[in-house]
T-cell receptor
Framework: DTGVSQDPRHKITKRGQNVTFRCDPI?????LYWYRQTLGQGPEFLTY????????KSRLLSDRFSAERPKGSFSTLEIQRTEQGDSAMYLC??????????????FGPGTRLTVL | RKEVEQDPGPFNVPEGATVAFNCTYS??????FFWYRQDCRKEPKLLMS???SGNEDGRFTAQLNRASQYISLLIRDSKLSDSATYLC????????????FGTGTSLTVIP
């Protein structure tokens, strides 16, 4: 399977715990995005990387959230001191920025986080 | 004001019906436009890109009106399998790099 993969698919944690999610993009894609989606809403942008550089972060992203893409391939999203409001689906997407512009995004299956 | 606005619906239509969804965007610098489909508890998947001249893919037709900052999706001869949430997506490349999603429009096709 050469699509975007995410791990774990589901995570249940207690409030105050730290969690880390992993995303493996399509191998030739240089851009990787993280989104959060809650019920009845569209995906909400969190941050994105071009290769290993984190180029943009949403103003809505609190300092409890951090993301890395150390070698320009897979990425991790960590949430520290989780809160019940962090419960959501966390989606990863990747695409290829070429000379003709930005290509469409391809999404992974998501990690569903439940904070008790 | 939200970057992308959609009527959330729900739209409940009989099989064979024609249904249209609309979407407006606020940033006139937006350059790329897409419709994504999202099934319940699944990830969004690209349905079609939207080109300035309008484009068609089988039963699906997308239109873009830059002057009014408006995008539409028309589905003809609705099938039960078309039941899903349809997300309007806008990107402002090259002036920006974020993809902005609408809240989605829910469609249920009834037998």
């Amino acid at each position: 399977d050469t699509g975007v993969s995410q791990d774990p698919r589901h995570k249940i944690t207690k409030r105050g715990q730290n969690v880390t999610f992993r995303c493996d993009p399509i191998s030739e894609h240089n851009r990787l995005y993280w989104y959060r989606q809650t019920l009845g809403q569209g995906p909400e942008f969190l941050t994105y990387f071009q290769n290993e550089a984190q180029l943009e972060k949403s103003r809505l992203l609190s300092d409890r959230f951090s993301a890395e893409r150390p070698k320009g391939s897979f990425s991790t999203l960590e949430i520290q001191r989780t809160e019940q409001g962090d419960s959501a689906m966390y989606l990863c997407a990747s695409n290829l920025l070429g000379t003709s512009g930005t290509d469409t995004q391809y999404f992974g299956p998501g990690t569903r986080l439940t904070v008790l | 004001r939200k970057e992308v606005e959609q009527d959330p619906g729900p739209f409940n239509v009989p099989e064979g019906a024609t249904v249209a969804f609309n979407c407006t965007y606020s940033n006139s610098a937006s350059q790329s436009f897409f419709w994504y489909r999202q099934d319940c508890r699944k990830e969004p998947k690209l349905l079609m890109s939207v080109y300035s001249s309008g484009n068609e893919d089988g039963r699906f037709t997308a239109q873009l009106n830059r002057a009014s900052q408006y995008i539409s999706l028309l589905i003809r001869d609705s099938k039960l399998s078309d039941s899903a949430t349809y997300l309007c997506v806008v990107n402002t490349f090259p002036t920006g790099n974020q993809f902005y999603f609408g809240t989605g429009t829910s469609l249920t096709v009834i037998p």
